[in-house]
Structures are given as structure tokens and as C-alpha cells.
């Protein structure tokens, strides 16, 4: 029985023993008969060399050891790059799931998304807007009704009447006072020019009172003058003095309602 260092060697052929080539008759083999007692049969030996192992690169079941180790060689680099191709395989379709597959906090937030958008699309609907203006538009009128009007311009003739006009009026409501010295040719023109804003902008109480009545120093009655002081909620929320550097001596209510929208004192038209 072939070993297993003849597998991987090659099986040796065994010996084996060989007859005469020609085979004798009957009475020859009788004759010889009497002599073959004390001798022994002729025995030819014959051994076939096995083949060199470094002639083949095949496969086959008997090979030499480096026929094995480069087939080993082979079957591992086959192996191995399978393993490469696998690994790419899995890597796409994890990067395909990592894509498309969502956990269930992504797919509520998708679908509370989702819901707004229809939301919206409900809240832009045209007939829906018109009725939300028409809504808008009636509490914007209801609340211009409750508010106070005035449409001209008052007269502050004592410090108290000044500090009321103030303190007592809605906190919705904007004052602006004009402080004026009547030797002022600025200030006559800033009175006409209030006259005419004043029934422009019915809701905004335009006042006026003298710098002398409302304790100002006699430099400001000079250099201050006019001087417009804007109160909202008995808080000042703008103080405008020596208006003649920005007015001039002569100007119009165009000028003037200008000046105030620039700095946010009145709404625009």
C-alpha cells in the first residue's frame, strides 16, 4: 500500500516477478519438476523510475511538491481575490442600505414633514387666503374704530396740560409735540406743516406748546427750537431739536412727513 510520502513523491512501481517468456510443455514442466524442488524459481526484477517532478504544471493526483505548492499558490491568490470581490459585493449594498433605509425617528420626522407641507398647501389655497384677508381686514378696521382720533392740531397751554397729554392717552397712541418760540419764523412754518399732517394721520395727536410754558431754558428757546419730541406709551421714543439745521427756515409738510417716516415716527401712507 502506497504511502502517503508516495503521494506526494509519486508511487513507486512495486517489483514484480516475471514467468519465462515461453511457455514449455506439459512434460517439459514434469521434467523440470524434479529439479524445481531445490531450486528456486528465476527472478527478474524490473523498476520503472518515477516522473521528475519538475517537468509538469499540471494537476493531477500524483504531482510533485512543487506542482502542489504552486497549485496551493494558486488556489490561495483564487481564494483570496474571491474574498476582495465579496468584500467590494458587500460593500455596495451596504452603501445602497445606508441610502435608502431609514430608522423610524427619520421616517417620523419625514412624515410629520409631509403633513406640514399639506398644511401649508390647505393654508395657500386661494379661497382660503381671500377669506383670511377679509378676516384681516375686519379686525384691522375694528381696531382703527376703538382707537381715538384726533385730525388737528392741540394747544398745550400749562405744564399739566402737557404732562397729561402725555401720561393720560392710550399706550397705542403716537404724540408728537412741537415745541415752538413765536419770534421763530421756523416754527410758524413747522405750525402749518402740522396742521396738514394732522388730518392726514387722524390717529397720531399732534400737540404744541411753547418753550417759555414748558420750563425750557432761554438758549434752547433760541438755538432749540423748533423741536419735535415723539412720546408713545408715556415713554419718548424720539427727540428732534434745532430742526432748522435739517428744515431750514422755510419748508413744506412733504418735508416734514418725510423726515418723520425716515426715522419711523409715522406709519407710511
Known sequence: ???LEDKILGEKLQNYCSSSEDEGSEDEDSRSGDDAEGKSSEVVSTSVDPTPVNNWN???SNTGPKGVLEDWRRFKALEAANREIQAKERFVLAKKLTMTVKTAREEEETKEIDELEDELNELL????LMQYQQQRMQELMT???KAPKFGKVVT???QDEFLSAIDKEDSKVTIIVHIYNHNVQACESMDGCLNILAGDYPYIKF???AADI???SRHFRVDGVPALLVYKGGQIIGNFVQLISELGDDFYASNVEKFLIEYGMLPEN
Open 1 to 3: 500500500m502506497a504511502t
Open 58 to 60: 499540471g494537476t493531477a
Open 125 to 128: 389655497d386661494e379661497g382660503f
Open 143 to 145: 381696531q382703527l374704530q
Open 156 to 158: 398745550l397751554k400749562t
Open 207 to 209: 400737540c404744541r406748546i
Open 214 to 216: 414748558a420750563g425750557l
